[in-house]
Structures are given as C-alpha cells and as structure tokens.
C-alpha cells in the first residue's frame, strides 16, 4: 500500500513533465503524418501516372527510404543535413526524418489503391468528359481511399512508435521525458508502464479516426 501510495505522489509531482513529454509526441506524430501523407499522395500519383523518368526517380526514392532504418534518417536529418549548410534543431530534424519515412509507405499505400481500381473507371469518366483532376477527386480518389485506410491507419501508428527515436538526438519526446523521472524516483516498471498506457492512448485515437472516416466514406449497402 505504501508503494502505490508513492507511486501515485511521483505521478503527481512528474504530471507536469510527462505532459510536456505527451505533447511534444503528439505534435511530432501529428505533423510527421501529416505532412507525410501528403507527399506520399504525389509520391503514390508519380508512381501511377507519372511518365517512365519521373516513375523511375520516385521508385528508387521509396525503396531506397523504406530500406532504410528510421534511426538512420533521424541522424542524417540532424547530422548530415548540417555539413552540407542546412541546419536544423532536433525537433525540426526529427519532423522532417518522419515525414520523409511515412511518406514512402503512404506512396506505396496508394499506389496500390489506386492500381487497384480498375481502367474501365476511368475510362468511363473519360468518356463523359471528365478532366484528369475531376476524375481523380470524383471517381479515383474515394475508391482507393476505402481501400488504403486500414493500411495508412497502421503507418500512423508506426510513426508515432518511431518518434521514441527521437530522444537520441535531444528531442524530449515522452520516452526521454520517462526517462529522466525515472532517474530520479527509480520506479521503471511503473513509469514505463504509463508510458506505454499514454502510447496506447494516441494510436488507439488513430484507430478510432481511421474508423470514423472508413465509416464516412463506406458506400451505403
């Protein structure tokens, strides 16, 4: 009884640092998906429509990224971009080595869902005249929207596990944030477990907004 007792008055006194450590996780997973949906959207459309040089250049961009381990883009935003003039703080750097990774897996994502409508689609749309913009927004687009949802759901969680990484180069993300309580109180069990408590808590709200739009977009039976 003593010791939840104590656990409960550290929680108390670390509540302001874990919910610092909280929002910088959830700001970093927000903008990573968000900016790495949208390039992974034009990385999807160059792989499908795009001509044989531009297609070429794309795929050896996503494979090249999705081979490599996310760790090593994180230092290379933070280490390598500064050598050549670029510089960036660990939060920015860190952003910008998410996005760069999602944004390779959503461009696959829609690649197939895209490739897997079939052509009589858009030649039916052709044939009424409508233009490549109109035909994407109104006929492409909400068939492989349905269809890539789940998967981008899971590539939204995976970022916000990949932002643990981050504290490797200073960002003080929930994990780092964790961490220094932990050094302090020694209580690793109990803090590791809110911290993974808190991890479930943001992908479980991804999940539950890839439903609501699964939902908003399912066509009526």
């Known amino acids: 009884m003593m010791d939840l007792s104590a656990f409960f008055e550290q929680i108390w006194l670390a509540r302001a ?41 794309v795929r050896a961009y996503v494979d090249f990224i999705r081979g490599t381990p996310v760790l090593v883009l994180v230092l290379a935003s933070y280490y390598v971009l500064s050598t050549i ?14 996005a760069v990774f999602c944004s390779s897996h959503v461009g696959e994502i829609v690649r197939g869902g895209l490739q897997a409508i ?5 030649e039916a749309a052709k044939a009424i005249g409508l233009t490549f913009g109109q035909t994407f927004a109104y006929v492409l ?10 998967a981008w759901v899971n590539t939204s969680a995976e970022m916000v596990k990949a932002s643990t990484l981050l504290s490797v180069i200073g960002v003080a993300e929930l994990l ?9 109180n020694f209580m690793s069990l109990q803090f590791y477990f809110v911290a993974g408590f808190l991890y ?16 908003k977009t ?3 039976s």
Not at 85 to 98: D, K, T, Y
Not at 176 to 184: A, N, V
Not at 200 to 215: C, L
């Open 218 to 220: 399912a066509v009526p």
């Open 17 to 57: 640092v874990i919910l610092k450590g909280l929002g910088v996780t959830v700001s970093i997973s927000l903008l990573s998906i968000v900016i790495g949906s949208m390039l992974g959207v034009l990385v999807g459309l160059a792989l499908v429509y795009g001509n044989r040089v531009l297609r070429f250049v």
């Open 176 to 184: 780092l944030r964790t961490q220094e309580i932990i050094s302090r």
């Open 85 to 98: 003039g670029i510089e960036l703080g660990p939060f920015q750097a860190g952003v910008l080595a998410l």
């Open 141 to 150: 687009w909400p068939q492989a929207l349905r269809q890539f949802l789940p």
């Open 118 to 122: 079939p052509t009589g689609q858009t």
């Open 200 to 215: 479930f808590v943001i992908n479980y709200g991804i999940e539950r907004f890839g439903k609501y739009v699964e939902r």
